[in-house]
DNA sequence: ATTATGACTGCAG
DNA sequence: TCTGCAGCCATAA
């Protein structure tokens, strides 16, 4: 192929995106790992930003330094939209707006 | 080819 | 506890 989109160009890490169920969340670098890019935890964020208006990118979060899941997207009208479209799939915020992965990650490997 | 940037992380001060 | 910075690596300029 020659045009090779980038939507072909990410399309494991898509794979694992659209297999993570709505009430939700995985972290940039789960996703990697899955993905076979153990340490693309940035490419995984920029393949959200080109991804494509049917994949569940908003169960994609950051991994905040005290272990817990957190919208780590730069622009606040973005990060307002993810953590809306969270809550309506049930995923919950605590005080620090962060969120306890061992309630909500997706994590088939691990447990 | 070289430099800058970022929807990441983790360590150091 | 909070900030800054250093590794990380694909894209953009």
């Known amino acids: 192929m020659q ?3 980038k939507q072909t160009r990410y399309n494991s890490i898509f ?3 659209e297999r993570i169920p709505a009430g939700f969340v995985l972290t ?3 996703v990697a790992g899955y993905a076979g890019l153990p340490h ?13 208006q049917t994949l569940p990118w ?3 979060v950051g991994l905040s330094r005290r272990g817990f899941g957190r919208i ?3 622009d606040p009208l973005v990060a307002a939209i993810q953590r809306q479209l969270l809550e309506k799939e049930g995923v919950e915020f605590n005080a620090n ?3 306890d992965l061992n309630r909500f990650a997706f994590d088939p490997i691990l447990k």
């Open 15 to 17: 794979e694992v995106v």
């Open 58 to 60: 908003q169960r994609v």
């Open 40 to 52: 693309g935890a940035r490419q995984v964020g920029y393949a959200m930003h080109v991804a494509p």
């Open 72 to 74: 780590s997207i730069a």
């Open 3 to 5: 045009g090779t989109s």
């Open 97 to 99: 707006d962060e969120i």
């Open 28 to 30: 940039y670098g789960l």
